[in-house]
Protein backbone atom coordinates (compact mmCIF):
# COMPACT_ATOMS: atom_id res chain seq x y z
CA UNK A 1 0.00 0.00 0.00
CA UNK A 2 1.04 3.56 -0.76
CA UNK A 3 0.75 4.69 2.97
CA UNK A 4 3.75 2.59 3.66
CA UNK A 5 5.65 2.68 0.78
CA UNK A 6 5.04 -0.91 -0.54
CA UNK A 7 7.38 -1.98 2.59
CA UNK A 8 10.58 -1.73 0.65
CA UNK A 9 12.31 0.99 2.49
CA UNK A 10 15.82 0.61 2.44
CA UNK A 11 17.73 1.31 6.22
CA UNK A 12 19.52 4.11 5.01
CA UNK A 13 16.04 5.80 3.49
CA UNK A 14 14.57 4.68 7.08
CA UNK A 15 16.73 5.94 9.35
CA UNK A 16 16.89 9.54 8.06
CA UNK A 17 13.12 9.63 7.85
CA UNK A 18 12.48 8.32 10.83
CA UNK A 19 15.50 10.68 12.23
CA UNK A 20 14.30 13.54 10.47
CA UNK A 21 10.66 12.96 11.54
CA UNK A 22 11.53 13.95 15.67
CA UNK A 23 14.34 16.32 14.48
CA UNK A 24 11.81 19.03 13.45
CA UNK A 25 11.72 23.16 13.87
CA UNK A 26 10.17 22.34 17.10
CA UNK A 27 13.19 19.97 18.35
CA UNK A 28 15.60 22.69 17.31
CA UNK A 29 14.56 25.04 18.30
CA UNK A 30 12.58 24.22 21.50
CA UNK A 31 15.83 22.38 22.82
CA UNK A 32 17.74 25.85 22.42
CA UNK A 33 15.10 27.94 24.11
CA UNK A 34 15.14 25.69 27.15
CA UNK A 35 18.80 25.89 27.74
CA UNK A 36 18.71 29.87 27.30
CA UNK A 37 15.91 30.37 29.70
CA UNK A 38 16.74 31.08 33.10
CA UNK A 39 13.94 29.38 35.09
CA UNK A 40 15.30 26.42 32.64
CA UNK A 41 18.56 25.00 31.60
CA UNK A 42 20.14 21.72 30.08
CA UNK A 43 18.59 19.63 33.20
CA UNK A 44 15.00 20.46 31.97
CA UNK A 45 15.95 19.42 28.10
CA UNK A 46 14.72 15.86 28.18
CA UNK A 47 13.11 15.68 24.75
CA UNK A 48 16.19 14.25 22.85
CA UNK A 49 16.81 11.55 25.61
CA UNK A 50 12.86 11.16 26.11
CA UNK A 51 12.88 10.36 21.76
CA UNK A 52 16.04 8.29 21.77
CA UNK A 53 14.62 6.23 24.77
CA UNK A 54 11.38 6.25 22.86
CA UNK A 55 12.79 4.85 19.70
CA UNK A 56 14.43 2.00 21.45
CA UNK A 57 11.04 1.17 23.76
CA UNK A 58 9.53 0.88 20.13
CA UNK A 59 11.86 -0.91 18.23
CA UNK A 60 11.74 -3.30 21.14
CA UNK A 61 8.44 -4.11 22.03
CA UNK A 62 5.81 -3.02 19.77
CA UNK A 63 7.23 -3.39 16.36
CA UNK A 64 7.26 -6.91 15.84
CA UNK A 65 3.09 -6.72 16.96
CA UNK A 66 2.52 -4.38 14.64
CA UNK A 67 4.26 -5.96 11.38
CA UNK A 68 3.43 -9.38 12.14
CA UNK A 69 -0.24 -8.87 11.12
CA UNK A 70 0.58 -6.76 8.19
CA UNK A 71 -0.68 -3.29 9.83
CA UNK A 72 -0.84 0.24 8.16
CA UNK A 73 -1.66 2.78 10.73
CA UNK A 74 -1.08 2.74 14.52
CA UNK A 75 -5.18 2.51 14.33
CA UNK A 76 -5.57 -0.23 12.90
CA UNK A 77 -5.06 -2.74 15.99
CA UNK A 78 -7.27 -0.11 17.75
CA UNK A 79 -10.16 -0.95 15.30
CA UNK A 80 -9.49 -4.71 14.93
CA UNK A 81 -9.85 -4.88 18.81
CA UNK A 82 -12.47 -2.62 19.50
CA UNK A 83 -14.62 -2.04 16.64
CA UNK A 84 -14.99 0.76 14.31
CA UNK A 85 -17.31 3.56 16.58
CA UNK A 86 -14.75 3.19 19.34
CA UNK A 87 -11.66 3.03 16.78
CA UNK A 88 -13.27 6.44 15.88
CA UNK A 89 -13.41 7.93 19.57
CA UNK A 90 -9.62 6.72 19.59
CA UNK A 91 -8.84 8.61 16.42
CA UNK A 92 -9.34 12.03 18.18
CA UNK A 93 -6.57 12.24 20.25
CA UNK A 94 -3.71 11.17 17.78
CA UNK A 95 -5.60 13.33 14.73
CA UNK A 96 -5.36 16.60 17.54
CA UNK A 97 -1.75 15.60 18.43
CA UNK A 98 -0.59 15.27 14.50
CA UNK A 99 -2.19 18.96 14.49
CA UNK A 100 -0.94 20.70 17.69
CA UNK A 101 2.60 19.15 16.49
CA UNK A 102 1.66 20.50 12.77
CA UNK A 103 1.25 23.55 14.75
CA UNK A 104 4.42 24.05 17.07
CA UNK A 105 6.10 22.80 13.50
CA UNK A 106 4.63 25.95 11.71
CA UNK A 107 4.97 28.28 14.74
CA UNK A 108 9.55 27.89 14.24
CA UNK A 109 8.91 27.95 11.13
CA UNK A 110 7.27 31.23 11.10
CA UNK A 111 9.75 32.45 13.53
CA UNK A 112 12.65 31.75 10.95
CA UNK A 113 10.54 33.03 7.99
CA UNK A 114 10.43 36.10 10.14
CA UNK A 115 14.12 36.64 11.19
CA UNK A 116 15.54 35.77 7.57
CA UNK A 117 12.63 37.82 5.48
CA UNK A 118 11.75 40.67 8.33
CA UNK A 119 7.96 39.88 8.07
CA UNK A 120 4.94 39.88 10.57
CA UNK A 121 4.83 36.69 12.85
CA UNK A 122 1.60 36.03 11.06
CA UNK A 123 2.38 36.64 7.39
CA UNK A 124 5.65 34.22 8.28
CA UNK A 125 3.35 31.18 9.37
CA UNK A 126 0.50 31.75 6.41
CA UNK A 127 3.70 31.74 4.46
CA UNK A 128 5.28 28.78 5.88
CA UNK A 129 1.98 27.18 6.04
CA UNK A 130 0.73 27.39 2.55
CA UNK A 131 4.74 26.47 1.21
CA UNK A 132 4.52 23.31 3.39
CA UNK A 133 0.99 22.05 2.63
CA UNK A 134 1.63 22.23 -0.97
CA UNK A 135 5.17 20.52 -0.58
CA UNK A 136 3.34 17.65 1.12
CA UNK A 137 0.35 17.41 -1.24
CA UNK A 138 2.55 16.83 -4.09
CA UNK A 139 4.70 13.68 -2.69
CA UNK A 140 4.24 10.88 -1.35
CA UNK A 141 5.86 8.55 1.60
CA UNK A 142 8.68 8.27 -0.97
CA UNK A 143 9.51 11.95 -1.66
CA UNK A 144 8.89 12.82 1.92
CA UNK A 145 11.62 10.03 2.80
CA UNK A 146 14.13 11.32 0.13
CA UNK A 147 14.14 14.87 0.89
CA UNK A 148 14.08 13.56 4.29
CA UNK A 149 18.01 12.77 3.74
CA UNK A 150 18.84 15.63 1.77
CA UNK A 151 16.69 18.04 4.69
CA UNK A 152 18.87 15.94 7.41
CA UNK A 153 22.38 16.09 5.52
CA UNK A 154 21.70 20.32 5.34
CA UNK A 155 20.60 20.68 9.03
CA UNK A 156 23.49 18.66 10.21
CA UNK A 157 26.08 20.43 8.44
CA UNK A 158 24.76 24.06 8.04
CA UNK A 159 23.67 24.01 12.20
CA UNK A 160 27.81 22.61 13.37
CA UNK A 161 29.50 24.92 10.43
CA UNK A 162 27.86 27.89 12.51
CA UNK A 163 28.97 26.94 16.01
CA UNK A 164 33.14 27.94 16.18
CA UNK A 165 31.26 31.80 15.11
CA UNK A 166 29.03 31.80 17.84
CA UNK A 167 31.57 30.34 20.04
CA UNK A 168 34.13 32.63 19.36
CA UNK A 169 32.21 35.99 19.06
CA UNK A 170 33.12 38.54 21.01
CA UNK A 171 30.26 39.20 22.30
CA UNK A 172 30.10 35.91 24.40
CA UNK A 173 31.82 34.83 26.95
CA UNK A 174 33.00 31.00 27.63
CA UNK A 175 30.10 28.92 27.82
CA UNK A 176 32.07 26.55 30.34
CA UNK A 177 32.20 29.27 32.74
CA UNK A 178 28.75 30.21 32.58
CA UNK A 179 27.64 27.04 33.01
CA UNK A 180 28.28 27.02 36.46
CA UNK A 181 28.60 30.70 37.30
CA UNK A 182 26.09 33.41 36.68
CA UNK A 183 27.02 36.45 34.38
CA UNK A 184 24.23 38.13 32.32
CA UNK A 185 21.59 35.67 33.89
CA UNK A 186 21.55 32.41 35.89
CA UNK A 187 23.93 29.49 34.71
CA UNK A 188 22.92 27.72 31.87
CA UNK A 189 23.09 23.74 33.13
CA UNK A 190 19.94 24.44 35.11
CA UNK A 191 18.42 22.82 38.38
CA UNK A 192 15.90 20.63 39.36
CA UNK A 193 14.43 21.86 43.18
CA UNK A 194 12.90 19.38 45.21
CA UNK A 195 9.59 20.79 44.65
CA UNK A 196 9.50 20.25 41.11
CA UNK A 197 11.26 16.56 40.72
CA UNK A 198 7.81 15.10 40.69
CA UNK A 199 6.74 17.24 37.21
CA UNK A 200 10.49 17.04 35.94
CA UNK A 201 9.74 12.64 36.10
CA UNK A 202 5.96 13.46 34.67
CA UNK A 203 7.74 15.52 31.33
CA UNK A 204 10.65 12.63 31.07
CA UNK A 205 7.93 9.80 31.17
CA UNK A 206 5.80 11.67 29.06
CA UNK A 207 8.39 11.95 26.23
CA UNK A 208 9.40 8.57 26.50
CA UNK A 209 6.25 6.79 26.53
CA UNK A 210 3.82 9.17 25.08
CA UNK A 211 6.33 9.53 21.63
CA UNK A 212 5.45 5.79 20.81
CA UNK A 213 1.68 5.90 19.67
CA UNK A 214 2.40 8.35 16.79
CA UNK A 215 1.72 7.34 13.07
CA UNK A 216 4.48 9.34 12.26
CA UNK A 217 6.69 6.63 13.72
CA UNK A 218 4.88 3.35 12.78
CA UNK A 219 4.62 4.57 9.39
CA UNK A 220 8.19 4.48 9.30
CA UNK A 221 8.81 1.24 10.86
CA UNK A 222 6.32 -0.41 9.01
CA UNK A 223 7.58 0.40 5.63
CA UNK A 224 10.94 -1.29 6.17
CA UNK A 225 11.46 -4.40 3.86
CA UNK A 226 11.59 -6.60 7.35
CA UNK A 227 11.25 -6.45 10.66
CA UNK A 228 14.70 -6.69 11.65
CA UNK A 229 15.66 -3.66 9.37
CA UNK A 230 12.65 -2.22 11.17
CA UNK A 231 14.22 -2.59 14.73
CA UNK A 232 17.50 -1.80 13.67
CA UNK A 233 15.99 1.86 12.07
CA UNK A 234 14.17 2.67 15.26
CA UNK A 235 17.02 2.03 17.48
CA UNK A 236 19.58 4.02 15.52
CA UNK A 237 17.09 6.86 14.97
CA UNK A 238 17.52 7.38 18.30
CA UNK A 239 20.94 7.94 18.31
CA UNK A 240 20.27 10.36 15.87
CA UNK A 241 18.16 11.99 17.56
CA UNK A 242 20.70 12.43 20.54
CA UNK A 243 23.48 13.51 18.52
CA UNK A 244 21.46 15.99 16.48
CA UNK A 245 20.49 18.01 20.28
CA UNK A 246 23.71 18.83 20.43
CA UNK A 247 23.87 22.21 17.97
CA UNK A 248 21.12 23.23 19.80
CA UNK A 249 22.44 23.22 23.24
CA UNK A 250 25.58 24.86 22.50
CA UNK A 251 23.25 27.80 20.54
CA UNK A 252 21.11 28.19 24.13
CA UNK A 253 24.16 28.04 26.41
CA UNK A 254 25.81 31.04 23.78
CA UNK A 255 22.89 32.71 24.33
CA UNK A 256 22.75 32.42 27.98
CA UNK A 257 26.59 33.61 28.19
CA UNK A 258 25.63 36.75 25.35
CA UNK A 259 25.78 40.71 26.13
CA UNK A 260 22.87 41.53 24.02
CA UNK A 261 24.23 45.09 24.14
CA UNK A 262 26.80 44.32 22.07
CA UNK A 263 25.41 43.22 18.92
CA UNK A 264 23.38 45.19 16.56
CA UNK A 265 19.92 43.64 18.40
CA UNK A 266 20.91 45.23 21.56
CA UNK A 267 18.66 45.69 24.86
CA UNK A 268 16.56 44.54 26.59
CA UNK A 269 17.41 41.12 26.01
CA UNK A 270 15.56 38.44 23.94
CA UNK A 271 14.40 36.91 27.34
CA UNK A 272 12.87 40.68 28.36
CA UNK A 273 11.09 41.28 25.32
CA UNK A 274 8.93 37.98 25.18
CA UNK A 275 11.31 36.65 22.11
CA UNK A 276 12.80 33.36 23.74
CA UNK A 277 11.35 31.10 21.34
CA UNK A 278 13.32 32.54 18.99
CA UNK A 279 16.45 32.18 20.35
CA UNK A 280 17.89 29.94 18.22
CA UNK A 281 17.44 32.26 14.78
CA UNK A 282 18.23 35.31 16.55
CA UNK A 283 21.93 33.48 17.88
CA UNK A 284 22.01 32.71 14.28
CA UNK A 285 21.33 36.38 12.73
CA UNK A 286 23.16 38.57 15.41
CA UNK A 287 26.43 36.41 16.17
CA UNK A 288 27.59 35.00 13.04
CA UNK A 289 28.59 36.51 9.74
CA UNK A 290 25.74 36.76 7.34
CA UNK A 291 26.55 34.71 5.05
CA UNK A 292 26.96 32.00 7.70
CA UNK A 293 23.60 32.77 9.71
CA UNK A 294 21.83 32.42 5.93
CA UNK A 295 23.28 28.83 6.13
CA UNK A 296 21.98 28.32 9.79
CA UNK A 297 18.62 30.06 9.23
CA UNK A 298 18.28 27.63 6.72
CA UNK A 299 18.91 24.50 8.48
CA UNK A 300 16.21 25.62 10.70
CA UNK A 301 13.73 25.96 7.88
CA UNK A 302 14.45 22.92 7.00
CA UNK A 303 14.55 20.93 9.77
CA UNK A 304 10.93 22.28 10.19
CA UNK A 305 9.82 21.27 6.87
CA UNK A 306 11.16 17.68 7.23
CA UNK A 307 8.74 17.43 10.19
CA UNK A 308 5.68 19.45 8.85
CA UNK A 309 5.16 16.94 5.74
CA UNK A 310 5.35 13.82 8.02
CA UNK A 311 2.80 15.03 10.34
CA UNK A 312 0.25 16.33 7.72
CA UNK A 313 1.35 12.85 5.98
CA UNK A 314 0.21 10.71 8.72
CA UNK A 315 -2.84 13.20 9.80
CA UNK A 316 -4.29 12.63 6.45
CA UNK A 317 -3.40 8.66 6.35
CA UNK A 318 -4.78 7.93 9.45
CA UNK A 319 -8.10 9.54 8.56
CA UNK A 320 -7.94 8.30 4.51
CA UNK A 321 -7.67 4.33 5.94
CA UNK A 322 -9.33 3.94 9.12
CA UNK A 323 -11.92 6.76 8.81
CA UNK A 324 -12.60 7.13 5.04
CA UNK A 325 -12.52 3.67 3.87
CA UNK A 326 -12.94 1.30 6.80
CA UNK A 327 -16.05 3.55 7.90
CA UNK A 328 -17.56 5.98 5.69
CA UNK A 329 -16.91 4.06 2.08
CA UNK A 330 -15.93 0.71 2.77
CA UNK A 331 -16.25 0.04 -1.37
CA UNK A 332 -13.97 3.61 -2.21
CA UNK A 333 -11.58 3.47 -4.67
CA UNK A 334 -7.73 3.82 -4.60
CA UNK A 335 -7.84 7.57 -6.50
CA UNK A 336 -11.18 8.03 -3.74
CA UNK A 337 -8.99 7.40 -1.02
CA UNK A 338 -6.28 9.57 -2.37
CA UNK A 339 -8.46 12.40 -2.73
CA UNK A 340 -9.83 12.12 1.04
CA UNK A 341 -6.23 12.12 2.08
CA UNK A 342 -5.27 15.59 0.27
CA UNK A 343 -8.54 17.38 1.56
CA UNK A 344 -8.07 16.19 5.06
CA UNK A 345 -4.52 17.62 4.26
CA UNK A 346 -5.98 20.76 3.73
CA UNK A 347 -8.65 20.72 6.50
CA UNK A 348 -5.95 20.21 8.91
CA UNK A 349 -2.81 22.11 7.97
CA UNK A 350 -5.47 25.11 8.12
CA UNK A 351 -6.50 24.43 11.20
CA UNK A 352 -3.09 23.78 12.27
CA UNK A 353 -1.76 27.55 10.80
CA UNK A 354 -4.84 28.90 13.04
CA UNK A 355 -3.67 27.54 16.46
CA UNK A 356 0.01 28.46 15.55
CA UNK A 357 -1.10 32.17 15.92
CA UNK A 358 -1.66 31.70 19.62
CA UNK A 359 1.57 29.39 20.12
CA UNK A 360 3.68 31.95 23.20
CA UNK A 361 6.02 29.20 23.09
CA UNK A 362 7.21 26.75 21.05
CA UNK A 363 8.21 24.13 23.75
CA UNK A 364 5.11 24.37 25.28
CA UNK A 365 2.66 24.02 22.05
CA UNK A 366 5.26 21.26 21.90
CA UNK A 367 4.50 19.14 24.59
CA UNK A 368 0.97 19.97 24.01
CA UNK A 369 0.97 18.41 21.27
CA UNK A 370 1.10 15.08 22.61
CA UNK A 371 -0.68 15.49 26.05
CA UNK A 372 -3.73 13.08 25.08
CA UNK A 373 -1.97 11.14 23.10
CA UNK A 374 -0.05 10.23 26.04
CA UNK A 375 -2.95 10.11 28.63
CA UNK A 376 -5.40 8.26 25.91
CA UNK A 377 -4.23 6.41 22.99
CA UNK A 378 -0.86 4.65 24.80
CA UNK A 379 -2.73 2.29 27.49
CA UNK A 380 -5.03 1.57 24.91
CA UNK A 381 -2.41 0.33 22.26
CA UNK A 382 -0.85 -1.50 24.72
CA UNK A 383 -4.06 -3.07 25.51
CA UNK A 384 -4.57 -3.53 22.06
CA UNK A 385 -1.54 -5.28 21.75
CA UNK A 386 -0.63 -7.19 24.89
CA UNK A 387 -4.06 -7.87 26.81
CA UNK A 388 -6.04 -9.29 23.65
CA UNK A 389 -8.75 -10.07 26.89
CA UNK A 390 -9.77 -6.88 26.94
CA UNK A 391 -13.10 -5.27 25.09
CA UNK A 392 -14.69 -2.71 23.52
CA UNK A 393 -16.30 -1.97 27.41
CA UNK A 394 -13.26 -1.43 28.80
CA UNK A 395 -11.94 0.92 26.06
CA UNK A 396 -14.91 3.28 26.45
CA UNK A 397 -14.37 3.04 30.22
CA UNK A 398 -11.14 3.89 29.66
CA UNK A 399 -11.54 6.48 26.97
CA UNK A 400 -13.73 8.36 29.62
CA UNK A 401 -11.55 8.27 32.57
CA UNK A 402 -8.78 9.26 30.94
CA UNK A 403 -10.41 11.93 29.37
CA UNK A 404 -12.15 13.25 32.59
CA UNK A 405 -9.16 13.16 34.62
CA UNK A 406 -7.06 14.82 31.93
CA UNK A 407 -9.12 17.85 31.26
CA UNK A 408 -9.80 18.41 34.99
CA UNK A 409 -6.42 18.76 35.59
CA UNK A 410 -6.04 21.82 33.88
CA UNK A 411 -4.09 23.43 31.21
CA UNK A 412 -2.04 26.50 31.81
CA UNK A 413 -0.92 27.38 28.08
CA UNK A 414 -4.61 27.66 27.35
CA UNK A 415 -5.53 29.13 30.62
CA UNK A 416 -7.72 26.59 31.40
CA UNK A 417 -7.67 26.05 35.75
CA UNK A 418 -7.64 22.78 36.95
CA UNK A 419 -10.63 21.66 39.24
CA UNK A 420 -8.50 18.68 40.76
CA UNK A 421 -5.74 19.69 42.06
CA UNK A 422 -2.92 17.29 43.20
CA UNK A 423 -0.68 17.49 45.96
CA UNK A 424 1.49 19.89 45.79
CA UNK A 425 -0.31 22.39 43.57
CA UNK A 426 1.14 25.88 43.78
CA UNK A 427 0.02 29.24 42.51
CA UNK A 428 2.21 31.07 40.51
CA UNK A 429 1.86 34.29 39.14
CA UNK A 430 -2.28 33.87 38.99
CA UNK A 431 -1.59 30.15 37.30
CA UNK A 432 -1.51 27.10 38.74
CA UNK A 433 0.80 24.83 38.58
CA UNK A 434 0.54 20.86 38.89
CA UNK A 435 3.62 19.74 40.56
CA UNK A 436 2.35 16.31 41.01
CA UNK A 437 3.14 13.82 38.28
CA UNK A 438 -0.48 13.97 37.25
CA UNK A 439 0.06 12.81 33.24
CA UNK A 440 1.78 8.78 34.29
CA UNK A 441 -1.29 9.16 37.12
CA UNK A 442 -3.74 9.77 34.61
CA UNK A 443 -2.06 6.91 32.26
CA UNK A 444 -1.99 4.11 34.82
CA UNK A 445 -5.59 4.77 36.13
CA UNK A 446 -6.44 4.54 32.45
CA UNK A 447 -4.74 1.19 31.91
CA UNK A 448 -5.96 0.06 35.11
CA UNK A 449 -9.70 1.14 34.35
CA UNK A 450 -9.82 -1.05 30.68
CA UNK A 451 -8.30 -4.20 31.82
CA UNK A 452 -10.63 -4.24 34.71
CA UNK A 453 -13.95 -3.40 33.48
CA UNK A 454 -12.97 -5.68 30.44
CA UNK A 455 -12.66 -8.09 32.51
CA UNK A 456 -16.37 -7.38 34.76
CA UNK A 457 -17.79 -7.16 31.56
CA UNK A 458 -16.62 -10.73 30.40
CA UNK A 459 -17.77 -12.36 33.36
CA UNK A 460 -21.06 -10.61 33.37
CA UNK A 461 -21.84 -11.78 29.89
CA UNK A 462 -20.81 -15.18 30.92
CA UNK A 463 -23.05 -15.54 33.64
CA UNK A 464 -25.60 -13.82 31.58
CA UNK A 465 -25.47 -10.91 34.13
CA UNK A 466 -25.75 -8.64 31.36
CA UNK A 467 -28.28 -8.36 28.67
CA UNK A 468 -26.65 -8.42 25.48
CA UNK A 469 -29.80 -6.10 23.85
CA UNK A 470 -28.26 -2.75 25.18
CA UNK A 471 -28.94 -0.26 22.50
CA UNK A 472 -25.80 1.51 23.64
CA UNK A 473 -23.38 -1.34 24.31
CA UNK A 474 -24.52 -2.76 21.01
CA UNK A 475 -23.74 0.04 19.38
CA UNK A 476 -20.35 0.42 20.86
CA UNK A 477 -19.85 -3.04 20.23
CA UNK A 478 -20.56 -2.47 16.46
CA UNK A 479 -18.06 -4.94 14.46
CA UNK A 480 -16.29 -5.83 17.98
CA UNK A 481 -14.97 -9.71 18.19
CA UNK A 482 -16.62 -9.60 22.13
CA UNK A 483 -19.49 -9.27 20.76
CA UNK A 484 -18.93 -12.00 18.05
CA UNK A 485 -17.22 -14.11 20.52
CA UNK A 486 -20.01 -13.95 22.47
CA UNK A 487 -22.79 -14.82 20.62
CA UNK A 488 -20.46 -17.80 19.58
CA UNK A 489 -19.87 -19.48 22.35
CA UNK A 490 -24.23 -18.95 22.60
CA UNK A 491 -24.16 -20.44 19.55
CA UNK A 492 -21.94 -23.43 20.20
CA UNK A 493 -23.54 -23.94 23.82
CA UNK A 494 -27.16 -24.16 22.08
CA UNK A 495 -25.57 -26.83 19.69
CA UNK A 496 -23.99 -29.06 22.51
CA UNK A 497 -27.41 -28.86 24.34
CA UNK A 498 -28.87 -29.99 21.25
CA UNK A 499 -26.03 -32.76 20.23
CA UNK A 500 -26.87 -33.84 23.88
CA UNK A 501 -30.40 -34.28 23.54
CA UNK A 502 -29.92 -35.95 20.07
CA UNK A 503 -27.50 -38.18 21.90
CA UNK A 504 -30.20 -39.04 24.76
CA UNK A 505 -33.01 -39.73 21.71
CA UNK A 506 -30.75 -42.16 19.75
CA UNK A 507 -30.08 -44.20 23.26
CA UNK A 508 -32.94 -44.31 23.21
CA UNK A 509 -34.73 -45.47 19.90
CA UNK A 510 -31.54 -48.18 20.16
CA UNK A 511 -33.17 -49.29 23.53
CA UNK A 512 -36.59 -49.76 21.75
CA UNK A 513 -35.38 -50.99 18.72
CA UNK A 514 -33.26 -54.10 20.80
CA UNK A 515 -36.49 -54.90 22.66
CA UNK A 516 -38.73 -54.74 19.79
CA UNK A 517 -36.33 -57.60 18.08
CA UNK A 518 -36.36 -59.37 21.31
CA UNK A 519 -39.86 -59.30 21.21
CA UNK A 520 -39.99 -60.09 17.64
CA UNK A 521 -37.35 -63.24 18.04
CA UNK A 522 -39.28 -64.52 20.93
CA UNK A 523 -42.74 -64.77 19.00
CA UNK A 524 -41.13 -66.66 16.40
CA UNK A 525 -40.02 -69.28 18.85
CA UNK A 526 -43.19 -69.69 20.22
CA UNK A 527 -44.47 -73.44 19.41
CA UNK A 528 -48.26 -73.89 17.58
Known sequence: MAIVGGRNINIFIGLFTATATWVGGAFINGTAEIVYLPSKGLLWVQAPVGFALSLVIGGYFFVNPMRSKNYVTVMDPLQETYGNVMGSLLFIPPLLGEVFWFAAILASLGATMRVILDIGGSLAIIISACTVILYTLLGGLYSVAYTDVIQMVFITFSLWVCIPFVLVNSATESIYFTATHKSYQEPWIGKIEKQYLGRWLDDFFYLVLGSIPWQTYFQRVLSASSSGQARLISYLSGLGCLSMAIPSVLIGAVAASTDWNQTSYGLPSPLERG???????????????????????????????????????????????????????????????????????????AGAAGLAFYSSSVYDLWFLSGELVYALLFPQLCCALFAPSTNTYGSAAGFLVGLLLRLLAGEPTLSIPPVICYPPCSLVNGTYSQLFPFKTFTVLLTLGTIIAVSYLAAVLFHRNLLPHSQSAATWLRRGHPLSSDLAGQKQMSKMKEQSSITGQESHHLQKLKVSERFFNESSLKTPD
Open 275 to 349: ESAMILPLVLHYLCPAFISIAGLGAIAAAAMSSADSALLSAGSMFAHNIYRKILRKKATEMEVLCAMRTSMLVFG
